[in-house]
């Protein structure tokens, strides 16, 4: 074997792959875009097997592009999405479609779970039930009791259903890395096991739960048939991984206490690196989730989709700014950017809702996305500053709360990366709102350097995981929060979260409207 390492990300929008060097390049990279089910209103779906095809796909283009032999390949790793979940037979087969974290059918037993044990979950495994593994289960038990006992043999995530065909392995060597547990709500997140307890009050069988590995242990080598669909040399080792927004942090170098991450992506993710486990039992809104590293943890919350509202701003909204756009050579999100630079802060005093599947943390499955504060002389423009400077408020929440639960850790800045973390404007309102320097992270493709850094980890290659991902991070410019409009937006911030909690029963009383038939005319 050489010193070659591939890094697989199985994201909501497609899967991504990349071949990279011990020097941390990336000699190659490759994508393609996934498939969304939606059978009914609020369920996501997506087939396992696609992930399967997908990762297939994009190692073979890897490999083709970067013209590096297969014999060379040291080790692979995958990593995923996280709080959906999936299903194997005793085969290996799907009995079910992967239930995607988009997915809201589950919110009856979000209920549940919290009511029911919310506390424990929440000390225990460090986040509380929501779109997660716990609901989702719950889920299947009750609405396909036969199938739940007769056909699952194990729960998993895209990765290792992935990685387990790759390797050709029996359903009771099914796995989850330590990096997943807080989604799962059945796990003792500190000790790294199964909670037998949690696991009897819910009557879910520990044995249809993967065994807990670390994100660096060789689950598997590349099987003889693998081999024929990747273009891989049969015995290549497949390490573990861990979940995809972990191997983010890891490949953008947050492996320090104090650094703060923003993932501005499709789940808008506000992350930091403690030394120290704290659950939000005050708040229920920020999840201690556990780092790759050992001793560190990455306490962290995420809008559902909140990179989706500026996308379905973008695609229902403003077709005329779309074509003014395309005659104009510029991306969309540029020219609506420039557009919204020109609206004073405050957006002329209109407030967004980003959750328009629900809020995720503190679980408030029935809020909806809305503007609020309307008038005859706002322009679109101001409607998506609004969006803009609604994430930013919702990370102030998530800050404040943070503060709280870790006063001994100095936070210094927050580094930000993803599609968002291209437009000026937004990083600005981020930094303003939140007082605090923000810095664009330039890293190519974080997620899957982060999963080659595991690999390399794995096989030797690399003696020091937060060693290397220091040395390889690359930050670029930087943003520093300006005292005028800090103390200005901290007002619009305040009035953001009073907004929030008064919305919540209006909107559980619209959904139970939304769910009754419309009489016919």
């Known amino acids: 074997m050489g010193n070659y390492l591939i890094g697989v990300d199985l994201g909501t929008a497609g899967t991504k792959a990349g071949i990279f060097n011990e020097e941390g390049k990336q000699l190659a990279g490759a994508y ?125 995530v895209p990765s290792c259903y992935v990685a387990g065909k790759m390797a050709g392995l029996k359903a009771e060597e099914a796995f989850i890395d330590y990096t997943y547990l807080h989604f799962t709500n059945l796990a003792d997140n500190q000790k790294m096991e199964w909670d037998e307890e949690l696991c009897q009050h819910f009557d879910i069988p520990v044995e249809k739960l993967p065994r807990i590995v670390e994100p660096w242990d060789i689950v598997g080598e590349v099987s003889r048939r693998a081999a024929e669909d990747f273009n891989l040399k049969a015995g290549t080792p497949i390490v573990a991984g861990a979940g995809d927004t972990t191997t983010t942090y890891l490949g953008a170098g947050i492996v320090e206490p104090g650094v703060i991450f923003d993932v501005a992506g499709t789940a808008s993710a506000f992350a930091s690196c403690t030394e120290e486990f704290s659950a939000d039992v005050d708040y229920g809104t920020i999840m201690c989730t556990r780092s790759t590293i050992k001793g560190l943890w990455n306490p962290m919350a995420f809008i559902n989709g909140g990179g989706l509202c500026l996308r379905w701003f973008r695609d229902e909204i403003a077709d005329q700014e779309r074509k003014e756009a395309e005659q104009l050579n510029l991306d969309p999100y540029d020219h609506l950017n420039q557009l919204a630079a020109e609206v004073p802060a405050g957006s002329n005093g209109l407030l967004f809702v980003p959750h328009f599947g629900g809020r995720v943390l503190p679980p408030q499955p029935n809020l909806r996305g809305s503007w609020v504060g309307l008038s005859w002389g706002q322009q679109k423009a101001a409607l998506y500053r609004a969006i803009l400077e609604s994430i930013a408020y919702e990370y102030y929440y998530y800050f404040k709360i943070k503060q709280t639960l870790y006063p001994e850790t100095d936070f210094q800045e927050v580094r930000v990366l993803g599609g968002g973390s291209r437009s000026d404007l937004w990083n600005q309102i981020k930094s303003d709102v939140l007082n605090i320097p923000y810095i664009r992270v330039v890293q190519e493709e974080p997620a899957i350097l982060g999963g080659a850094i595991i690999a390399g980890y794995a096989v030797g290659i690399f003696e020091d995981l937060k060693g290397t991902a220091k040395q390889f991070v690359d930050k670029r410019q930087e943003y520093q929060p300006r005292e005028e409009y800090s103390e200005f937006y901290q007002q619009y911030a305040e009035t953001y979260i009073n907004l929030i909690d008064n919305l919540e029963n209006s909107y559980q009383a619209l959904a139970g409207l939304s769910n009754q038939k419309a009489p016919q005319s």
Request: overall charge negative; proline content about 6%.
């Open 32 to 156: 393609e875009e996934s498939r969304l089910r939606h059978p009914r209103s609020g369920w996501v779906e997506q087939d396992m097997e696609d992930f399967y095809r997908s990762a297939s796909l994009t190692i073979r283009e890897v490999l083709e592009k970067s013209e590096v032999d297969p014999a060379d390949i040291a080790a692979i790793a995958i990593d995923g999405q996280m709080s959906g979940i999936g299903t194997i037979n005793k085969d290996w087969n799907a009995p079910t479609r992967y239930d995607n974290w988009l997915d809201i059918r589950c919110e009856p037993f979000i209920k549940h779970m919290n009511e029911e044990a919310g506390e424990e979950i929440l000390q225990k495994a460090g986040a509380p039930p929501t779109y997660s593994h716990g609901p989702k289960i719950l889920w299947w038990k009750e609405n396909h009791p036969e199938l739940f006992k007769n056909e699952i043999a194990k729960f998993v």
